[in-house]
Protein backbone atom coordinates (compact mmCIF):
# COMPACT_ATOMS: atom_id res chain seq x y z
CA UNK A 1 0.00 0.00 0.00
CA UNK A 2 2.71 2.55 0.82
CA UNK A 3 4.54 1.99 -2.47
CA UNK A 4 2.07 2.61 -4.33
CA UNK A 5 0.75 5.65 -2.50
CA UNK A 6 4.41 6.63 -3.03
CA UNK A 7 4.45 6.54 -7.07
CA UNK A 8 3.84 9.37 -8.50
CA UNK A 9 2.15 9.20 -12.03
CA UNK A 10 1.68 12.79 -13.32
CA UNK A 11 -0.19 10.81 -16.56
CA UNK A 12 -2.92 9.80 -14.14
CA UNK A 13 -6.25 10.39 -14.65
CA UNK A 14 -7.39 13.61 -12.12
CA UNK A 15 -9.53 11.41 -10.04
CA UNK A 16 -6.53 9.27 -9.17
CA UNK A 17 -4.65 11.91 -8.09
CA UNK A 18 -7.32 13.47 -5.78
CA UNK A 19 -8.06 9.69 -4.54
CA UNK A 20 -3.98 9.45 -3.47
CA UNK A 21 -4.14 12.94 -1.90
CA UNK A 22 -7.39 12.15 -0.10
CA UNK A 23 -5.39 8.55 0.77
CA UNK A 24 -2.43 10.13 1.88
CA UNK A 25 -4.40 12.81 4.39
CA UNK A 26 -6.24 9.53 6.12
CA UNK A 27 -2.97 7.83 6.43
CA UNK A 28 -1.34 11.33 8.47
CA UNK A 29 -4.36 11.51 10.32
CA UNK A 30 -3.94 7.89 11.28
CA UNK A 31 -0.75 8.11 12.09
CA UNK A 32 -1.30 10.87 14.67
CA UNK A 33 -3.50 8.90 16.40
CA UNK A 34 -0.42 6.26 16.72
CA UNK A 35 1.77 9.31 17.86
CA UNK A 36 -0.80 9.97 20.84
CA UNK A 37 -1.13 6.31 21.85
CA UNK A 38 3.03 6.25 21.69
CA UNK A 39 2.97 9.68 23.89
CA UNK A 40 0.75 7.80 26.49
CA UNK A 41 2.52 4.87 26.34
CA UNK A 42 6.01 6.86 27.07
CA UNK A 43 4.51 9.12 29.84
CA UNK A 44 3.36 5.88 31.72
CA UNK A 45 6.36 4.22 31.38
CA UNK A 46 8.56 7.08 32.23
CA UNK A 47 6.60 7.67 35.54
CA UNK A 48 6.64 4.03 36.40
CA UNK A 49 10.40 3.92 35.75
CA UNK A 50 11.01 7.12 38.22
CA UNK A 51 8.48 5.91 40.52
CA UNK A 52 10.11 2.76 41.27
CA UNK A 53 13.16 5.28 41.75
CA UNK A 54 12.16 7.03 44.07
CA UNK A 55 11.25 10.06 42.06
CA UNK A 56 8.54 12.19 44.18
CA UNK A 57 5.18 12.41 42.48
CA UNK A 58 5.29 15.92 42.01
CA UNK A 59 8.48 15.36 39.61
CA UNK A 60 7.55 12.30 37.99
CA UNK A 61 7.32 12.85 33.92
CA UNK A 62 9.14 16.19 33.07
CA UNK A 63 10.77 16.33 30.28
CA UNK A 64 8.43 13.70 28.65
CA UNK A 65 6.96 16.80 26.38
CA UNK A 66 10.36 18.25 25.38
CA UNK A 67 11.28 14.58 24.35
CA UNK A 68 8.34 14.06 22.29
CA UNK A 69 8.67 17.51 20.69
CA UNK A 70 12.13 16.40 19.85
CA UNK A 71 11.02 13.73 18.10
CA UNK A 72 8.37 15.69 16.26
CA UNK A 73 10.80 18.27 15.43
CA UNK A 74 8.66 20.88 17.14
CA UNK A 75 9.28 23.27 19.86
CA UNK A 76 8.94 22.40 23.61
CA UNK A 77 5.61 24.32 24.17
CA UNK A 78 3.98 22.16 21.07
CA UNK A 79 5.36 19.30 22.55
CA UNK A 80 3.46 19.59 25.42
CA UNK A 81 0.45 20.11 23.64
CA UNK A 82 0.99 17.33 21.72
CA UNK A 83 1.35 15.31 25.11
CA UNK A 84 -1.89 16.81 26.12
CA UNK A 85 -3.85 16.30 23.34
CA UNK A 86 -2.46 12.86 23.37
CA UNK A 87 -3.57 11.95 27.38
CA UNK A 88 -7.17 13.27 26.38
CA UNK A 89 -7.94 11.49 23.32
CA UNK A 90 -6.94 8.16 25.11
CA UNK A 91 -7.71 8.51 28.56
CA UNK A 92 -11.14 10.62 27.87
CA UNK A 93 -12.62 11.02 24.20
CA UNK A 94 -12.26 7.44 22.64
CA UNK A 95 -14.70 8.07 19.71
CA UNK A 96 -12.69 11.13 18.93
CA UNK A 97 -9.23 8.79 18.70
CA UNK A 98 -11.21 6.43 16.47
CA UNK A 99 -12.52 9.33 14.42
CA UNK A 100 -8.72 10.34 14.05
CA UNK A 101 -7.83 6.94 13.33
CA UNK A 102 -10.16 6.31 10.66
CA UNK A 103 -8.99 9.59 8.84
CA UNK A 104 -12.37 11.54 9.47
CA UNK A 105 -10.70 13.94 11.60
CA UNK A 106 -7.72 15.75 11.24
CA UNK A 107 -5.21 16.33 14.34
CA UNK A 108 -6.13 19.92 14.18
CA UNK A 109 -9.67 18.84 14.11
CA UNK A 110 -9.19 16.74 17.13
CA UNK A 111 -7.31 19.38 18.65
CA UNK A 112 -10.46 21.72 18.47
CA UNK A 113 -12.93 19.32 20.37
CA UNK A 114 -10.15 17.99 23.06
CA UNK A 115 -9.66 21.98 23.51
CA UNK A 116 -13.50 22.95 23.09
CA UNK A 117 -14.11 20.13 25.82
CA UNK A 118 -11.23 21.41 28.54
CA UNK A 119 -13.29 23.06 31.12
CA UNK A 120 -15.83 19.41 31.39
CA UNK A 121 -15.06 17.02 34.09
CA UNK A 122 -14.03 13.41 33.04
CA UNK A 123 -18.20 12.43 32.01
CA UNK A 124 -18.83 15.47 30.51
CA UNK A 125 -16.19 15.26 28.23
CA UNK A 126 -16.67 11.53 27.37
CA UNK A 127 -20.23 12.25 26.97
CA UNK A 128 -19.32 14.98 24.73
CA UNK A 129 -16.86 12.76 22.77
CA UNK A 130 -19.69 9.92 22.32
CA UNK A 131 -22.09 13.01 21.53
CA UNK A 132 -20.58 14.20 18.69
CA UNK A 133 -17.76 11.58 17.08
CA UNK A 134 -19.90 8.07 17.73
CA UNK A 135 -21.48 8.65 14.15
CA UNK A 136 -18.01 9.53 12.26
CA UNK A 137 -21.22 10.70 9.40
CA UNK A 138 -21.99 13.72 11.44
CA UNK A 139 -18.18 15.07 11.03
CA UNK A 140 -18.43 14.97 7.17
CA UNK A 141 -18.47 18.82 5.91
CA UNK A 142 -18.20 20.25 8.87
CA UNK A 143 -15.94 23.64 9.02
CA UNK A 144 -13.22 23.72 11.35
CA UNK A 145 -15.84 26.77 12.76
CA UNK A 146 -18.84 24.97 12.79
CA UNK A 147 -17.33 21.67 14.69
CA UNK A 148 -15.89 24.68 17.30
CA UNK A 149 -19.57 25.93 17.71
CA UNK A 150 -20.57 22.92 17.70
CA UNK A 151 -18.34 21.59 20.63
CA UNK A 152 -19.07 25.12 22.69
CA UNK A 153 -22.52 23.99 22.30
CA UNK A 154 -22.73 20.92 23.49
CA UNK A 155 -19.88 21.75 26.60
CA UNK A 156 -22.49 24.84 27.52
CA UNK A 157 -25.11 22.59 27.38
CA UNK A 158 -23.67 20.15 30.03
CA UNK A 159 -21.77 22.10 32.36
CA UNK A 160 -22.56 26.00 31.89
CA UNK A 161 -20.71 27.06 35.11
CA UNK A 162 -17.84 25.09 33.99
CA UNK A 163 -17.74 27.28 30.43
CA UNK A 164 -18.43 30.25 32.96
CA UNK A 165 -15.53 29.63 34.90
CA UNK A 166 -13.68 29.03 32.61
CA UNK A 167 -14.39 32.74 31.10
CA UNK A 168 -13.32 34.10 33.91
CA UNK A 169 -10.11 32.63 34.76
CA UNK A 170 -9.35 33.64 30.56
CA UNK A 171 -9.28 36.97 31.50
CA UNK A 172 -6.44 36.51 33.72
CA UNK A 173 -4.41 35.05 31.16
CA UNK A 174 -4.41 38.49 29.05
CA UNK A 175 -0.96 39.54 27.68
CA UNK A 176 0.82 41.21 24.77
CA UNK A 177 3.69 39.25 22.85
CA UNK A 178 5.68 40.24 20.21
CA UNK A 179 7.09 38.08 17.29
CA UNK A 180 9.43 38.37 14.16
CA UNK A 181 7.46 39.25 10.67
CA UNK A 182 8.84 38.90 7.09
CA UNK A 183 10.82 42.05 5.45
CA UNK A 184 12.13 43.29 9.41
CA UNK A 185 8.31 43.89 10.90
CA UNK A 186 6.86 42.65 13.85
CA UNK A 187 3.89 41.11 14.89
CA UNK A 188 2.61 42.64 18.35
CA UNK A 189 0.09 40.58 19.53
CA UNK A 190 -2.59 42.14 22.41
CA UNK A 191 -4.49 39.14 24.20
CA UNK A 192 -7.35 40.80 25.71
CA UNK A 193 -11.31 40.58 27.58
CA UNK A 194 -13.67 40.69 24.14
CA UNK A 195 -15.16 43.83 24.91
CA UNK A 196 -11.46 45.68 25.55
CA UNK A 197 -10.11 44.05 22.38
CA UNK A 198 -13.37 45.21 20.11
CA UNK A 199 -12.87 49.34 21.84
CA UNK A 200 -9.09 49.14 21.03
CA UNK A 201 -9.86 48.27 17.47
CA UNK A 202 -13.07 50.54 17.18
CA UNK A 203 -10.48 53.12 18.61
CA UNK A 204 -8.10 52.91 16.24
CA UNK A 205 -10.53 52.26 13.35
CA UNK A 206 -12.21 55.41 13.98
CA UNK A 207 -9.34 57.63 14.18
CA UNK A 208 -8.55 55.92 10.48
CA UNK A 209 -11.56 56.78 9.55
CA UNK A 210 -11.30 60.77 10.26
CA UNK A 211 -7.57 60.28 8.44
CA UNK A 212 -7.48 62.08 4.99
CA UNK A 213 -3.39 62.34 4.43
CA UNK A 214 -2.64 59.37 1.93
CA UNK A 215 -1.79 56.86 4.43
CA UNK A 216 -3.68 53.76 3.88
CA UNK A 217 -6.24 52.94 6.60
CA UNK A 218 -3.47 50.03 7.84
CA UNK A 219 -1.13 52.73 8.16
CA UNK A 220 -2.92 54.95 9.96
CA UNK A 221 -4.38 52.42 12.96
CA UNK A 222 -0.62 51.29 13.21
CA UNK A 223 0.83 54.78 13.83
CA UNK A 224 -2.09 55.42 16.06
CA UNK A 225 -1.37 52.89 18.00
CA UNK A 226 2.24 53.50 18.47
CA UNK A 227 2.12 57.02 19.52
CA UNK A 228 -0.67 56.53 21.83
CA UNK A 229 1.33 53.49 23.66
CA UNK A 230 4.62 55.44 23.20
CA UNK A 231 3.90 58.81 23.71
CA UNK A 232 5.89 60.03 20.47
CA UNK A 233 5.43 60.38 16.99
CA UNK A 234 5.50 56.59 14.73
CA UNK A 235 8.19 58.64 12.52
CA UNK A 236 10.53 59.39 15.73
CA UNK A 237 13.35 57.32 16.58
CA UNK A 238 12.65 54.25 18.80
CA UNK A 239 13.27 55.50 22.85
CA UNK A 240 14.46 51.99 23.91
CA UNK A 241 17.55 50.40 23.92
CA UNK A 242 18.28 48.02 20.57
CA UNK A 243 21.22 45.74 20.52
CA UNK A 244 22.68 45.88 16.91
CA UNK A 245 25.19 43.34 16.24
CA UNK A 246 26.60 43.96 12.86
CA UNK A 247 30.52 43.64 11.84
CA UNK A 248 32.19 46.54 10.57
CA UNK A 249 32.56 45.41 7.26
CA UNK A 250 29.06 45.69 7.09
CA UNK A 251 28.47 48.98 9.01
CA UNK A 252 30.83 50.68 6.14
CA UNK A 253 29.61 49.68 3.41
CA UNK A 254 32.45 47.13 2.35
CA UNK A 255 29.99 44.38 2.75
CA UNK A 256 26.37 43.49 2.35
CA UNK A 257 26.13 40.44 4.92
CA UNK A 258 22.78 40.74 7.18
CA UNK A 259 23.01 42.48 10.60
CA UNK A 260 21.53 40.90 13.71
CA UNK A 261 19.15 42.31 15.87
CA UNK A 262 19.36 41.24 19.35
CA UNK A 263 15.36 39.03 20.09
CA UNK A 264 14.46 39.24 16.47
CA UNK A 265 16.86 38.29 14.20
CA UNK A 266 18.66 38.86 11.11
CA UNK A 267 18.41 42.07 9.04
CA UNK A 268 19.34 43.31 6.22
CA UNK A 269 22.47 45.76 6.60
CA UNK A 270 21.26 48.51 5.12
CA UNK A 271 17.99 48.14 7.59
CA UNK A 272 20.86 48.35 10.63
CA UNK A 273 23.09 51.24 9.09
CA UNK A 274 19.74 53.52 8.89
CA UNK A 275 19.03 52.48 12.12
CA UNK A 276 22.32 53.53 13.60
CA UNK A 277 22.73 56.27 11.36
CA UNK A 278 19.43 57.84 13.00
CA UNK A 279 20.40 57.05 16.53
CA UNK A 280 23.58 59.26 16.10
CA UNK A 281 22.55 61.83 14.80
CA UNK A 282 19.16 62.28 16.39
CA UNK A 283 19.55 64.56 19.27
CA UNK A 284 17.88 62.88 21.85
CA UNK A 285 18.96 59.30 21.04
CA UNK A 286 22.69 57.83 22.15
CA UNK A 287 24.51 55.31 20.66
CA UNK A 288 26.91 53.28 22.43
CA UNK A 289 29.26 51.14 20.99
CA UNK A 290 30.88 47.79 22.20
CA UNK A 291 33.28 45.87 20.88
CA UNK A 292 32.99 41.84 20.12
CA UNK A 293 35.80 39.98 19.09
CA UNK A 294 35.41 36.40 16.88
CA UNK A 295 37.74 34.64 15.19
CA UNK A 296 38.37 35.98 11.48
CA UNK A 297 37.99 32.37 9.75
CA UNK A 298 34.64 31.94 11.35
CA UNK A 299 32.55 34.46 12.88
CA UNK A 300 32.86 32.37 15.94
CA UNK A 301 32.90 34.62 19.20
CA UNK A 302 35.36 34.01 21.27
CA UNK A 303 35.38 32.50 25.31
CA UNK A 304 35.00 34.55 28.42
CA UNK A 305 35.10 33.12 31.53
CA UNK A 306 34.18 33.74 35.67
CA UNK A 307 34.98 31.76 38.73
CA UNK A 308 31.03 33.05 40.02
CA UNK A 309 28.38 30.59 40.83
CA UNK A 310 25.91 33.14 38.51
CA UNK A 311 27.00 34.13 35.81
CA UNK A 312 27.87 37.55 35.39
CA UNK A 313 25.89 40.45 33.52
CA UNK A 314 28.85 41.18 31.00
CA UNK A 315 28.92 37.40 30.68
CA UNK A 316 24.98 36.76 30.37
CA UNK A 317 24.98 38.99 27.76
CA UNK A 318 27.77 37.99 25.62
CA UNK A 319 25.88 34.78 26.05
CA UNK A 320 22.72 36.02 24.64
CA UNK A 321 24.08 38.04 21.93
CA UNK A 322 25.67 34.52 20.90
CA UNK A 323 22.97 32.19 20.83
CA UNK A 324 20.21 34.72 20.03
CA UNK A 325 17.69 31.94 20.60
CA UNK A 326 16.76 29.13 23.14
CA UNK A 327 19.07 26.67 22.00
CA UNK A 328 17.39 23.77 22.65
CA UNK A 329 16.79 22.22 18.70
CA UNK A 330 13.34 23.41 17.32
CA UNK A 331 12.69 26.11 20.23
CA UNK A 332 12.65 29.70 18.65
CA UNK A 333 11.44 30.97 22.28
CA UNK A 334 13.49 34.08 23.65
CA UNK A 335 16.19 33.87 26.01
CA UNK A 336 15.40 34.15 29.31
CA UNK A 337 18.14 31.73 31.36
CA UNK A 338 21.43 32.08 31.12
CA UNK A 339 22.68 28.70 32.90
CA UNK A 340 25.33 26.10 33.03
CA UNK A 341 25.10 23.13 30.26
CA UNK A 342 26.53 20.78 32.74
CA UNK A 343 25.43 22.08 36.09
CA UNK A 344 27.42 24.02 38.03
CA UNK A 345 26.99 21.42 41.58
CA UNK A 346 28.26 19.00 38.94
CA UNK A 347 31.82 21.12 38.82
CA UNK A 348 30.17 22.41 35.52
CA UNK A 349 32.37 25.64 35.05
CA UNK A 350 31.04 29.33 34.92
CA UNK A 351 32.47 29.81 31.59
CA UNK A 352 31.08 30.80 28.01
CA UNK A 353 31.39 27.53 26.99
CA UNK A 354 29.48 26.22 29.58
CA UNK A 355 27.16 28.54 29.12
CA UNK A 356 23.99 28.19 27.49
CA UNK A 357 21.23 30.69 26.37
CA UNK A 358 17.69 29.06 26.64
CA UNK A 359 14.03 29.72 27.57
CA UNK A 360 12.84 29.22 30.95
CA UNK A 361 10.64 26.05 30.15
CA UNK A 362 13.54 24.36 28.06
CA UNK A 363 16.22 25.03 31.13
CA UNK A 364 14.37 23.60 33.49
CA UNK A 365 13.56 20.41 31.71
CA UNK A 366 17.61 19.51 30.73
CA UNK A 367 17.97 19.63 35.05
CA UNK A 368 15.50 16.90 34.89
CA UNK A 369 16.43 13.32 35.40
CA UNK A 370 18.13 11.61 32.46
CA UNK A 371 18.71 15.21 30.48
CA UNK A 372 22.26 15.62 30.08
CA UNK A 373 23.91 18.33 27.31
CA UNK A 374 27.31 18.51 26.51
CA UNK A 375 28.79 21.68 25.54
CA UNK A 376 31.98 22.46 23.72
CA UNK A 377 33.62 24.54 20.65
CA UNK A 378 33.99 22.55 17.28
CA UNK A 379 37.09 23.37 15.12
CA UNK A 380 36.02 26.78 13.82
CA UNK A 381 34.92 27.88 17.58
CA UNK A 382 31.72 27.72 16.58
CA UNK A 383 29.74 26.94 20.15
CA UNK A 384 27.93 22.98 20.03
CA UNK A 385 25.76 21.70 22.55
CA UNK A 386 24.42 17.90 22.32
CA UNK A 387 21.18 17.12 24.08
CA UNK A 388 20.97 13.12 25.40
CA UNK A 389 17.14 12.89 26.41
CA UNK A 390 16.92 9.74 28.61
CA UNK A 391 15.86 7.49 26.09
CA UNK A 392 19.56 8.26 24.88
CA UNK A 393 18.43 9.88 22.05
CA UNK A 394 21.01 12.61 21.10
CA UNK A 395 20.12 16.13 19.24
CA UNK A 396 22.57 18.76 18.13
CA UNK A 397 22.93 22.67 18.27
CA UNK A 398 24.93 25.19 16.85
CA UNK A 399 25.19 28.75 18.00
CA UNK A 400 24.41 31.44 14.85
CA UNK A 401 27.71 32.73 13.45
CA UNK A 402 27.79 36.80 14.10
CA UNK A 403 27.47 38.49 11.30
CA UNK A 404 29.65 39.78 8.05
CA UNK A 405 31.71 37.84 6.25
CA UNK A 406 34.32 35.10 7.10
CA UNK A 407 37.97 37.21 6.81
CA UNK A 408 38.51 34.00 4.11
CA UNK A 409 35.95 34.98 1.78
CA UNK A 410 36.81 38.28 2.19
CA UNK A 411 39.73 39.10 -0.13
CA UNK A 412 40.51 42.85 -1.24
CA UNK A 413 38.18 44.11 0.92
CA UNK A 414 40.02 44.03 4.08
CA UNK A 415 42.17 46.45 2.00
CA UNK A 416 39.62 48.69 1.25
CA UNK A 417 38.15 48.95 4.51
CA UNK A 418 41.33 49.16 6.41
CA UNK A 419 41.85 52.16 4.09
CA UNK A 420 38.41 53.73 5.08
CA UNK A 421 38.94 53.34 8.71
CA UNK A 422 42.15 55.31 8.51
CA UNK A 423 40.02 57.97 6.57
CA UNK A 424 37.25 57.88 9.35
CA UNK A 425 39.08 58.28 12.49
CA UNK A 426 41.71 60.89 10.74
CA UNK A 427 38.42 63.04 10.28
Not at 175 to 204: H, N
Not at 277 to 284: K, Y
Not at 340 to 345: F, L, T
Request: with cysteine; net charge neutral; glycine share 6%.
Amino acid sequence: MFDELWEIDPRADESVLVERIAALERMKAAAAAQQARLAVALDAARKAAEAAAGVPAARRGRGVAAEVALARRDSPVRGSRHLGLAKALVHEMPHTLAALEHGVLSEWRATILVRESACLDVDDRRRLDAELCSEPEGLVGLGDAALAAAAKAAAYRMDPHAVVDRAARAETERAVTIRPAPDTMTYVTALLPVAQGVSVYAALKREADACCDGRSRGQVMADTLVERVTGRSAVLPVPVAVNVVISDQALFGADNAPAVIAGYGPVPSAVAQKLITDAVTERRSRATLRRLYAKPASGALVALESRARLFPKGLAAFIALRDQRCRTPYCDAPIRHRDHAKPHRRGGPTSAVNGLGNCARCNYTKEAPGWEVTAGVDEDGTHTAEFTTPTGEHYHSRAPRMPGTPAAQMGEIEVWLNNRLAQFFAA
